[in-house]
């Protein structure tokens, strides 16, 4: 069964960031209707809200006895006490050298892009879109502001088909509340060589987030967008939330990369719903790096509609410490002759875990389909877990599909080799763990994002 129809999320609290109400305690309609009267927003966002609201009134709370949570429980995490909003929401800027030390030294805002924008707290503070881009008809936008200037194109695609509040409980929660985010259209045959990028800070206690990241590429488009999100690395005793959602539609003939980079500080907990649909001839390559957060829940889906449509669905997690990361995967083929190739891999250190659920589902009339699924785990100490749980579900007789899953300590007679050539045990683990994942990050065709993955992992591996 498809998690967007069964699969929910614990949630007893909500926040927005920007203008919600300073309070504190467990949510409700009024505020709702708060956030729409702030905002002023369009009768059909209010719609939108209030209609989110009630689907997660009336879904269930999940348990660790729902059979997609039944390893990540939610009800260890403490909810009531976040507050609703910032008090001292940041202020826009006006250039990158003006951008806080604290955000400009967590990413590399000087790296090649055709455009960039920065978010901190859930409010976009700076942006630079070059003009040559804006003459191709390409948007760009923070999601408020897409709100105002492009209600047709929300109206279409905004939480109605690819991520419904129907998704899930968190996805509802998310409908109800959403803040903050990006809008991207690209118009039908504009390429765009080099990355759309949007670097995401949170520094608030006690508080939560809901970006919302809806990407539309046109027919024979090209885009490649990138988002980096991350917080102090200091230690904090506090509770954050972020739950975001990104829509991706890519049209006929389109080549979309999507890339999330995840680095959240340890008093996060990251919700991430990702859904694609891929078009006729369509080519999307997803990337999830996930390093961040005390825990964090992905669902990652991409929807195979039409013949010909090519999915890449890649993921890298790095645990340490009592890290806890689930990813929930989903490659639906709904129509003959589409491709789906799916590779997660995790290297976990300390008394870290993970979790990988992945299901492929080749419908009826989705012949010829070729779909494949592997994830494998690397363990880098006894204490360390790793449960993976491949899955198909095929309806259609003329397809080649597959799944693999392997969980396996780090092998010492490498370490040993390595050591005996002078290194360090720490410089060889290193070593063998950047190998490790070499296998993903070679599948990444943008040099200047390779680098940079392969810099975040290696910081991180200290």
């Known amino acids: 069964m498809s998690q967007r129809s069964t699969a929910s999320g614990k949630a007893t609290?909500?926040?927005?960031?920007?203008?919600?109400?300073?309070?504190?305690?467990?949510?409700?309609?009024?505020?709702?209707?708060?956030?729409?009267?702030?905002?002023?927003?369009?009768?059909?966002?209010?719609?939108?809200?209030?209609?989110?609201?009630?689907?997660?009134?009336?879904?269930?709370?999940?348990t660790t006895r729902t059979e997609e949570w039944r390893y990540t429980d939610l009800a260890k995490i403490g909810w009531q006490e976040l507050a609703m909003r910032d008090p001292n929401p940041p202020s826009a800027v006006g250039s990158r050298a003006e951008v806080p030390a604290e955000i400009a030294g967590a990413f590399a805002l000087?790296?090649?892009?055709?455009?960039?924008?920065?978010?901190?707290?859930?409010?976009?503070?700076?942006?630079?879109?070059?003009?040559?881009l804006s003459a191709k008809g390409?948007?760009?936008l923070d999601f408020a502001t897409a709100v105002a200037e492009m209600p047709e194109l929300l109206q279409t695609h905004f939480m109605t088909s690819a991520v419904p509040p129907t998704f899930g409980k968190l996805a509802a929660l998310h409908g109800a509340f959403v803040s903050?985010?990006?809008?991207?259209?690209?118009?039908?045959?504009?390429?765009?060589?080099?990355?759309?990028?949007?670097?995401?800070?949170?520094?608030?206690?006690?508080?939560?987030?809901?970006?919302?990241?809806?990407?539309?590429?046109?027919?024979?488009?090209?885009?490649?967008y990138i988002e980096e999100c991350a917080s102090p690395a200091r230690a904090q005793d506090g509770l954050a939330m972020n739950c975001g959602v990104a829509e991706i539609i890519a049209g006929e003939g389109s080549q979309v990369r999507y890339t999330i980079v995840q680095q959240w500080g340890r008093h996060v907990f990251h919700y991430q719903a990702n859904r694609v649909f891929a078009g006729k001839d369509a080519r999307v390559q997803t990337v999830l790096v996930t390093l961040g957060a005390k825990v964090a829940r992905s669902d990652v889906e991409c929807d195979l509609q039409n013949p010909g449509a090519e999915s890449e669905m890649l993921g890298i997690y790095l645990a340490d410490?009592?890290?806890?990361?689930?990813?929930?995967?989903?490659?639906?083929?709904?129509?003959?002759?589409?491709?789906?190739?799916?590779?997660?891999?995790?290297?976990?250190?300390?008394?870290?875990?993970?979790?990988?659920?992945?299901?492929?589902?080749?419908?009826?009339?989705?012949?010829?389909?070729?779909?494949?699924?592997?994830?494998?785990?690397?363990?880098?100490?006894?204490?360390?877990?790793?449960?993976?749980?491949p899955n198909l579900e095929i309806e259609a007789d003329d397809v080649r599909c597959s799944h693999a899953a392997t969980i396996g300590?780090?092998?010492?007679?490498?370490?040993?080799?390595l050591m005996s050539r002078g290194l360090t045990r720490e410089k060889a683990v290193k070593l063998i763990v950047m190998g490790f994942f070499e296998e993903v990050l070679g599948r990444i065709p943008v040099e200047g994002l390779h680098k940079r993955l392969s810099a975040v992992i290696e910081r991180k591996l200290g």
């Open 110 to 132: 000087g790296e090649e892009a055709a455009a960039w924008a920065v978010q901190h707290n859930g409010v976009q503070i700076w942006s630079e879109v070059p003009a040559e």
């Open 409 to 417: 300590q780090q092998d010492e007679q490498q370490l040993f080799y």
């Open 321 to 389: 410490d009592h890290q806890h990361f689930d990813h929930y995967t989903y490659q639906l083929h709904q129509a003959p002759s589409a491709r789906s190739d799916l590779l997660y891999k995790g290297a976990l250190k300390d008394r870290s875990r993970s979790v990988f659920r992945g299901m492929i589902r080749v419908m009826k009339g989705a012949q010829q389909t070729d779909a494949y699924q592997t994830n494998r785990n690397l363990l880098l100490s006894e204490d360390a877990h790793a449960d993976s749980l």
């Open 180 to 224: 903050g985010g990006t809008v991207v259209h690209v118009p039908d045959g504009v390429e765009i060589e080099l990355p759309l990028i949007v670097y995401r800070w949170m520094d608030v206690e006690n508080a939560a987030l809901f970006p919302h990241t809806l990407l539309i590429a046109g027919a024979n488009s090209k885009v490649t």
């Open 138 to 140: 390409v948007r760009f």
């Open 13 to 62: 609290v909500v926040a927005d960031i920007e203008t919600a109400p300073s309070v504190r305690g467990e949510i409700g309609p009024e505020t709702v209707e708060a956030i729409i009267e702030q905002r002023g927003e369009p009768e059909w966002m209010a719609a939108r809200r209030r209609e989110a609201w009630e689907v997660y009134r009336e879904t269930p709370m999940p």
